[in-house]
């Protein structure tokens, strides 16, 4: 969960209970940065992230959080950006962000920039942690990752489903 607190300072401030990242390295600080330069806004915010997915866990806690703090941001600060120009700037931040920016579910890619809506069922998981991370910029730069995966359509995907490049 994320709260947000309007400054009428330029100071960014991060609370991040818990969390070892440092401030300059998190998601939620850089989002919120991008958009103050982007805009050139003179306001500023306190930030309070009260975490309950695991880090690391390949969910997409991070990427989340960061979109989150885009278009919290943008309304906080009444910047007035659409939510393509958020998209665009999201994707500075990571390749997951402009999915969460876009709030449906949706077919990506190209870099994750090319989203097509699709309607699925809602289903229900369970998340298991394990005792390990998955850093995921250092996981998509790995040069061992399959990166000619043939491209399949929409609807190939719905019926059959599609592959997983990082199982192997």
């Not at 306001?43 to 997915?53: E, M, N, Q, S, T």
């Not at 077919?107 to 390990?132: F, H, K, Q, R, S």
């Amino acid at each position: 969960q994320l709260q947000f607190s309007l400054k009428e300072t330029a100071s960014i401030t991060l609370d991040t209970p818990g969390l070892t990242i440092s401030q300059e390295d998190n998601l939620i600080y850089r989002a919120a940065k991008l958009l103050q330069n982007k805009t050139g806004t003179r306001l500023g915010a306190h930030i309070h992230l009260d975490k309950h997915l695991p880090i690391g866990g390949g969910v997409g806690g991070g990427s989340s959080n960061a979109a989150t703090t885009l278009v919290g941001l943008n309304r906080l600060w009444q910047t007035g950006l659409s939510k393509q120009a958020l998209m665009k700037l999201g994707s500075q931040l990571g390749a997951d962000v402009p999915i969460f920016i876009h709030g449906e579910a949706a077919y990506a890619t190209g870099t994750g920039d090319v989203l097509t809506n699709v309607e699925l069922d809602e289903p229900w998981y369970v998340i298991l942690t394990p005792p390990v991370s998955v850093p995921t910029a250092e996981i998509f730069s790995h040069p061992q990752l399959t990166r000619n995966n043939q491209p399949i359509t929409i609807s190939e995907f719905l019926s059959h489903g599609g592959s997983n490049s990082m199982e192997g």
